[in-house]
């Protein structure tokens, strides 16, 4: 029990001396282009923006400005109700959230080649070159959905899909510790499962003929990144 405890104690140790991560915050504005114009809601676009948080972990190239911050997410609760009438009468409710992963990958072209111990703002008030970077993000997010339909559960089928982002960004220098970023991705979804609104429609008129609402979705994130790195030597 001794040596196991020293062998965790060791790795434990050991992570911590290496471990930067960060936390964001992401307002993200969506398109989902065959959701438009269905008249389901008060809304001209459903789910038109959402509200995300993520958490990551960094590492990067020993010989170059190339990062990596593999990140889960999870994007709160977006709501719709439609209207019916002249007086607002609500006759369902649904909503959609994702649980995501993404591996972004950072290059800082102006200093692609730099011997930079990161972090970098420390270095001659080079704060552009050091700081800028491009950003490569392919991930998956899942997409769990509900509905309520005249006060009764409706079970609708959660579904993943796949994107690939891309942006730039700009690290800021608090301290040696603390780095702030703002950046700003556009994710493009090729194929969003449209399950969730192919039931409301079919719901709202059991005599239409339901057309298959799968669509891609083009999202602008902008967001804001806390960074930090305890393993810090001074």
């Known amino acids: 029990m001794k040596n196991l405890i020293a062998v965790l ?40 923006n959402d509200l995300t948080l993520g958490v990551n972990y960094w590492f990067r190239l020993k010989n170059r400005r190339i990062e990596f911050l593999p990140e889960l997410s999870y994007t709160l609760k977006n709501k719709e109700a439609n209207i019916d009438g002249i007086v607002p009468t609500p006759t369902f409710d ?7 992963f993404q591996f972004n990958s950072q290059i800082y072209p102006l ?29 998956v ?36 510790l603390l780095t702030i970023t703002p950046f700003v991705l556009v994710n493009f979804y090729p194929s969003v499962n449209g399950a969730l609104i192919n039931d409301v429609t079919a719901l709202n008129c059991p005599t239409c003929e339901v057309v298959d609402r799968n669509t891609l979705n ?3 994130s902008a967001g804001l990144r806390l960074h930090f790195r305890p393993d810090y030597k001074y």
Do not use: H
């Open 141 to 176: 997010d899942y997409f769990v959905t509900d509905l309520t339909f005249e006060g009764e559960t409706i079970d609708v089928d959660n579904f993943v899909s796949f994107k690939i982002g891309v942006g730039a960004g700009v690290d800021i220098g608090i301290s040696n």
């Open 218 to 220: 083009t999202q602008i």
């Open 111 to 139: 200093d692609l080649e730099g011997d930079c111990n990161c972090p970098t703002w420390g270095k001659d008030n080079e704060f552009l070159k050091k700081g800028l970077f491009f950003t490569l993000s392919p991930g």
């Open 94 to 100: 649904m909503g959609l959230s994702r649980i995501g």
């Open 9 to 48: 104690f060791i790795l434990s140790s050991s992570f911590s001396a290496y471990a930067q991560f960060g936390v964001a915050i992401k307002y993200e504005k969506n398109n989902y282009r065959e959701w438009g114009g269905l008249e389901l809601s008060e809304n001209d676009l459903l789910f038109k």
